[in-house]
């Protein structure tokens, strides 16, 4: 969906994940939104995203997971009014 290779994204933070987004995600259950984004050829994409942290015993977020779908084409296919 990003364009980008393995070796390219293993190991590496999300850029998507800016500090408003993990500002949530440690106060609230889940995060459910639509990103914009931009794949490595540079052409832009959508998405359809939900982050949930999940939790140590002391309720501190240890890691934020994240499901993405690839929204682009419904996006660019949706009826102007």
């Given amino acids: 969906m990003f364009g980008y290779r393995k070796k390219q994204i293993l190991g590496k933070a999300a850029g998507v994940l800016d500090a408003d987004l993990l500002a949530v995600t440690a106060h609230e259950d889940q ?3 639509v990103i914009s ?12 995203a ?3 942290p999940l939790r140590d015993e002391h309720k501190n977020v240890i890691v934020t997971v994240g499901v993405l779908q690839d929204a682009t084409q419904c996006v660019r296919t949706k009826p102007q009014h």
Avoid: I
């Avoid at 984004?37 to 359809?48: L, P």
């Fill in 50 to 52: 939900t982050f949930v």
């Fill in 31 to 33: 995060w459910c939104g």
């Fill in 37 to 48: 984004f931009m794949r490595e050829d540079g052409t832009y994409g959508t998405y359809e």
